[in-house]
């Protein structure tokens, strides 16, 4: 069964840091692009960032300096590190496998808050 599992996050004080993990199981991460996205209320959900095939990755341009994605093929899990965390990073985070190369399709995690406060 293809499934992505979430963990981390929770309420942080600004100016810190957390690290958000996803699990995957079913199929293998090294060979896909995988993401994460984020929900703030009120708002669409936006890229945060990407890791791909070859183990390059991309950024939205406002996450660049404070946002890490990372993968551990070996644990078959898919990293974020997010440091000097603002209020404004307040939302829900998912993981995103994107398996589209291999006809597969898109599959997401069950989502994680992160809540930025003091």
């Known amino acids: 069964q293809v499934q992505l599992v979430q963990s981390g996050g929770g309420l942080v004080q600004p100016g810190g840091s957390l690290r958000l993990s996803c699990a995957a199981s079913g199929f293998t991460i090294g060979l896909y692009t995988m993401s994460w996205y984020r929900q703030a209320p009120g708002k669409e959900r936006e890229l945060v960032a990407g890791i791909h095939p070859g183990g390059s990755t991309n950024y939205a341009d406002s996450m660049k300096a404070r946002f890490t994605i990372s993968r551990d093929n070996a644990k078959n899990t898919v990293y974020l590190d997010v440091n000097s965390l603002r209020p404004e990073d307040t939302a829900l985070y998912y993981c995103?496998?994107?398996?589209?190369?291999?006809?597969?399709?898109?599959?997401w995690g069950q989502g994680t808050q992160v809540t930025v406060s003091s």
């Open positions: 995103q496998a994107d398996r589209r190369n291999m006809l597969l399709g898109i599959t």
